[in-house]
Structures are given as C-alpha cells and as structure tokens.
C-alpha cells in the first residue's frame, strides 16, 4: 500500500487569493490524480498530474484555475487560483500504479471566506 | 460519468449483514470492480475489487453475477463504524476512478 501526506490538512483563505496543496508519497508511483469533493456531494475528479508534462484536466477544469505539477513520480502540487467561496470543498490526491488498486489522501479541507 | 448506479441510501441492524448492490451494465470484459467507502469526509478507503470470481478479505465479500452486469458488496457482520458512502467504482480508462453517487449505509443500533 502506498501512504499519502497531503498538506495543508486545513486552511481558511480570503477571496481572491491562492493556495498550494502538496501531495507527498512513500513510494513511485504510476499515476496521480486531484479530486474535488464539495460538501454533501461525491468525489470530481479534476485532473490527471503527469510526471514532467502538463496534467490532463478533465471537461470543466482548467490550467488556470487549476494548475498542477508533478516533478517527479511521488510528489504533485494543486494550485487553487483566484478563489472564491464556490471553491470551498475538500481536496484529495489519489495515487495508483500498474495493478494496484488507488489510494487515497485524507484531503486538504478549504474553506474561502 | 460513472460506469455504476447504486441506491442512494440504505440502513442495516447492527451485527446483520449489510447488501449493498451495485449495476454497471457496460462493463468491459477485462474491467475490475472496486469498493471504497468513506467515512465523515475521510479519504476513501480501498475494501475489496474482483473481475469475475467472488471474492473475500477481511474487511467484505463481493459477490459478481455471472454476466458481470451488477455486483453486491457484503459486509458480513455491520458494526456502527461501518457507517459510511459506499463507492461502487469501475475505472475508464488508465486507473481513473469516477465516482458515482454511492450508497450512504447507516448502521442502527
């Protein structure tokens, strides 16, 4: 199994500001991806982090809003630009490999005020 | 959109065992199917997947119907943390997951 640190676990953050959240693994992985969970609802995926090369988003998420990195095979960045409070949710990183069912992250919970 | 359609919602006596069914009536020959569930806004957490044989863990059983049209996720023995969204989830494409709407199973005392 693969452990996931994702940091912050939590942060309140004014309109019109940005956030990084960090996705760290113990081990390579294959693939990363970012979800978006909005309260009460279930898991969106945003995007797919490729190592070295821009992620692939899926339909209504875009680089701007959304960007992402993945420098290396065990750690990617999401990037919540420009927020506004529609953008309160809890993010989550996911990691999968050839084989091996995906993992999941404990999510970072933002709320934007 | 996901591939699965399950009940919204369901309640089960605690020490029974709880059904949660799951259809996925396009699923491909070679397509696995995977439980998560998720409890108070935790991360999901992985229980069980199967191709087409039964299969059992520790944590359930998952049954597949012979035309791999549906499956049922068995949790022999519910306890109240068991409370959780179950997550019927079968992956497109190269290990992305789209997660439907899942079953909130409530397990009463």
């Known amino acids: 199994s693969a452990v996931i640190s994702q940091k912050p676990s939590r942060d309140i953050c004014q309109r019109g500001t940005s956030l990084t959240i960090q996705c760290q693994v113990d081990?390579?992985?294959?693939?990363m991806f970012w979800y978006r969970q909005q309260p009460g609802q279930s898991l969106t995926l945003i995007a797919t982090?490729?190592?070295?090369?821009?992620?692939?988003?899926e339909s209504g998420f875009v680089i701007d809003k959304f960007p992402i990195s993945r420098p290396n095979l065990t750690f990617s960045t999401l990037t919540v630009s420009n927020m506004s409070p529609e953008d309160s949710s809890i993010y989550l990183c996911?990691?999968?490999?050839?084989?091996?069912?995906?993992?999941f992250g404990q999510g970072t919970r933002l709320t934007v005020v | 959109d996901a591939k699965t359609t399950q009940p919204p919602s369901m309640d089960c006596a605690e020490g029974r065992a709880a059904n949660l069914p799951c259809n996925h009536s396009?699923?491909?020959?070679?397509?696995?199917v995977y439980w998560y569930r998720q409890i108070h806004s935790q991360g999901p957490q992985y229980i069980i997947h199967g191709l087409k044989n039964n299969e059992t863990n520790e944590m359930a059983s998952l049954i597949i119907t012979e035309d791999r049209k549906s499956s049922t996720l068995i949790l022999p023995h519910a306890t109240l943390r068991d409370t959780a969204v179950y997550y019927c989830?079968?992956?497109?494409?190269?290990?992305?997951?789209?997660f439907g709407t899942g079953t909130r199973l409530k397990v009463l005392a």
């Open positions: 982090a490729n190592q070295g090369s821009e992620a692939t988003y």
């Open positions: 989830i079968v992956p497109s494409g190269t290990y992305k997951y789209i």
């Open positions: 996911s990691v999968a490999s050839l084989y091996t069912e995906a993992f």
């Open positions: 396009t699923i491909s020959g070679n397509e696995y």
């Open positions: 081990s390579q992985v294959t693939m």
